[in-house]
């Protein structure tokens, strides 16, 4: 099975709002691309898909807006190509390269894991807590900003039992933010 890997940005004191940590710099977007591009397909929820939308899909023009800077234009690339899920009740179509995802979110995803490929994304606050509590998620990526928010919305809040978790991968920023990745330890384990 291709596995579910979730990413986000987060503040030391758990804040997940995407307004609430460094801006982001060359060494930030190179990290974020690679994470892209380690996937095969994108999951969304509608929230962030219709964010992400907004500032990443290539304009009709073809042309990438003025305050794009070259080193964003990767990113840019790497996620107004890639292929949609979009697990929204509420929308009546995905465009932007996008399909919905309708019915049992736990059948629909087992099925998208169960296809071949290296790997699916899935990002945002709302839709990986339904994913972490169904047992669906292979990885997990915090890329830690030295930030203490004090406000927004956290981690994982809400989640209905304790997933623990081993670390796996650790990198350190100029900037002073650290990816850490990790993966859930077996029930046995």
Not at 55 to 83: C, K, Y
Not at 110 to 116: A, G, N, Q, V, Y
């Amino acid at each position: 099975m291709r596995p579910l890997r979730y990413a986000i940005n987060v503040t030391l004191d758990g804040c997940v709002h995407h307004e609430a940590g460094l801006p982001p710099d060359e060494e930030s977007m190179r990290f974020w691309t690679a994470e892209l591009q380690r996937a095969d397909a994108l999951l969304f929820g509608r929230t962030t898909y219709e964010m992400m939308e907004s500032a990443w899909r290539r304009p009709a023009s073809g042309a990438w807006p003025d305050w794009m800077d070259a080193w964003q234009l990767p990113f840019a690339e790497a996620i107004d190509t890639a292929r949609k899920h979009v697990v929204s009740s509420s929308l009546a179509s995905a465009e932007w390269n996008a399909e919905l995802l309708r019915g049992d979110l736990k059948e629909a995803v087992l099925r998208l894991k169960s296809e071949p490929g290296s790997g699916l994304f899935v990002g945002g606050v709302t839709l990986p807590l339904a994913l972490a509590d169904l047992g669906l998620i292979d990885e997990y990526v915090f890329v830690v900003q030295p930030i203490l928010a004090g406000h927004g919305p956290t981690l994982l809040a809400g989640l209905r039992e304790q997933i623990r978790l081993e670390l796996v991968e650790r990198t350190d920023f100029r900037s002073g933010v650290t990816a850490l990745r990790y993966r859930p330890v077996p029930a046995d384990g």
